[in-house]
């Protein structure tokens, strides 16, 4: 192994996702002298196969039931179908322009970048390619990949991840979707839009199952409008192949048939096998275990984004990345609060959260003390333009903060950033109810929302 022990970094990282990338960048903006050793493609799965392409998939789908739905609009256009090969070059394209710039990004900020598969091989050092990289301290951010059940081969054929569901080569006609979280949810969305027959199978109660109830309900309610169907509350048991396509079971004996099976239950964390368990890193359930400042249990060795048991986000891993260069940087470090991340799931309707479910509030704060309060989309002028229906659900803890706010509606993430000011900033509902929004908008709602909390409701009855 060459040791070129004259090259000390400040920082040695391994893995160039979302969390590992966005250490180096701040790292090295701070002055530190950094390596980036990534095994595939700088940016991750995030850039990828994660949030960029499938929100390019997504907002294929939504053109097309434009198209579909254009006369609605007093608009005459003809749907004729989806040409997938250009709908991959169109995602295609995005990818690739945000990947040269990030490039260029990491180039220009002096980062030293090795591609390679890398090893933890000593508290202080990564090997790869036959060097081995020693630094002051070590950044793991080996992300995540899908996982599976025992017994369920994803095989990339009928049984398919996520990954490969990015770049199949056709429509499927009908699928199966075992999982109604965030993945499966956006998957079901855009290939509905697409034309497939789509089954969700998710074993609790509800789709989004983490998102307040009241958003799983009114998008149960959007989706079965769209035909997406959906069997929730019983767990998946076993898949086979049939003739042309895929036969899943459930623990009841229920099954369903389709073309292909996407297996979208969650991800799991990448450290086996790459000298973490050598080094005496400790972890959960392959999970690596960090300290709010992202500290592990070795004291030259940090770890971020999906590799921890934090919300697998890209700016979760944003922002863990950074807290560990601004530390090392000897910058103060504030520790995240994770109710306080802004989620979204880019489905036909979106579904938008900050801070806490009603549910949580009433066991964190006592049943007596929370207020919510829901405002319907039915009174927002822009979203009745869009011809849209949801609604922006409030939770308050009695005459004092807004501690969850919870949207249902298309476009409605992107009112997430206000959202997360109201949050963040612990805003009472008659502040909020200070701000003008512009009229007509769909953050509208929101003012709204918290104009009746404050018991002045202006387009929404007493
Ligand atoms: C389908 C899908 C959609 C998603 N949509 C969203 C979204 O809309 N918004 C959002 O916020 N999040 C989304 N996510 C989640 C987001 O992609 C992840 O949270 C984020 O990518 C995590 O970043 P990371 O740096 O921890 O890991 P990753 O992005 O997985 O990066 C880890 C990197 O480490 C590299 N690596 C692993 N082992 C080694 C090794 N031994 N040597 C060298 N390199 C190694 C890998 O090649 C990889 O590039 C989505 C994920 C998926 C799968």
């Known amino acids: ?33 950094v390596a980036l050793v990534e095994k595939n493609k700088l940016g991750g799965t995030c850039l990828h196969q994660g949030c960029i392409p499938t929100k390019a998939l997504l907002h294929a789908g939504e053109i097309a039931d434009q198209a579909r739905e254009s006369e609605q609009f007093g608009v005459k256009a003809t749907f004729e179908g989806i040409d997938i090969a250009a709908v991959h070059k169109y995602k295609d ?3 690739s322009g945000l990947y040269k710039g990030l490039q260029g990004l990491v180039a220009s900020r002096k980062v030293t970048y090795i591609e390679g598969e890398g090893r933890l091989s000593s508290p202080t050092s990564i090997d790869v390619n036959g060097q081995r990289l020693q630094g002051r301290h070590v950044l793991l951010a080996t992300g995540s990949v899908p996982r599976s059940l025992p017994g369920l081969t994803i095989d990339g054929n009928r049984i398919i991840s996520s990954d490969h569901a990015l770049v199949l080569d056709r429509v499927p006609q009908s699928a199966i979707i075992l999982g109604g979280g965030v993945i499966g949810v956006e998957f079901a969305s855009a290939w509905k839009s697409f034309g497939t027959d789509v089954t969700i199978v998710e074993g609790l109660p509800h ?5 307040d109830e009241n958003s799983s309900k009114l998008l149960e309610r959007a989706f079965r409008k769209r035909g997406i169907k959906f069997n929730l509350g019983t ?15 459930l623990a009841d004996g229920k099954t369903f048939e389709a073309e292909v099976l996407l297996v979208a239950i969650g991800r799991g964390p990448v450290s086996q096998n790459i000298g973490y368990e050598e080094q005496g890193v400790a972890m959960d359930r392959g999970y ?9 249990n070795v004291p030259t060795i940090s770890a971020v984004g999906d590799l921890v048991p934090t919300l697998q986000l890209a700016h979760v891993g944003f922002a863990e990345g ?3 260069a601004e530390r090392l940087a000897g910058l103060k470090a504030v520790p995240i609060d994770y109710d306080g991340v802004p989620r979204v799931t880019y489905c036909h309707p979106e579904v938008a959260s900050m801070g806490i479910s009603e549910a949580k509030a009433k066991e964190v704060y006592g049943a007596d003390k929370v207020v919510t309060l829901k405002y319907n989309l039915a009174g927002n002028g822009k979203s009745k333009i869009l011809k849209t229906s949801g609604e922006v659900k409030l939770v308050q803890v009695r005459d004092g903060a807004v501690v969850g706010i919870h949207m249902v509606g298309d ?41 009746a909390l404050a018991g002045k409701p202006l387009h929404s009855h007493d």
């Open 322 to 324: 950074i807290l560990v």
């Open 235 to 249: 767990f998946f048991q076993s898949a086979e192949y049939t003739g042309d396509g895929v036969k899943v079971t």
């Open 93 to 95: 394209d995005v990818v």
């Open 1 to 33: 192994m060459a040791n070129d022990a004259s090259t000390v970094f400040d920082l040695v990282i391994l893995g160039g996702g979302s969390g590992g990338y966005a250490a180096a960048l701040r790292a090295a903006q701070l002055g530190l002298d």
């Open 288 to 296: 690596v275990l960090v300290d709010e400042y992202m500290r592990t």
């Open 207 to 211: 789709l989004v199952p983490v998102e």
């Open 411 to 451: 476009r409605m993430g992107e009112q997430v950033g206000e959202a997360q000011l109201i949050y963040n900033w612990e805003a009472l509902p008659a502040e909020v109810a200070q701000l003008i929004h512009a009229h007509p908008t769909q953050s509208e709602a929101l003012g709204e929302a918290h104009l």
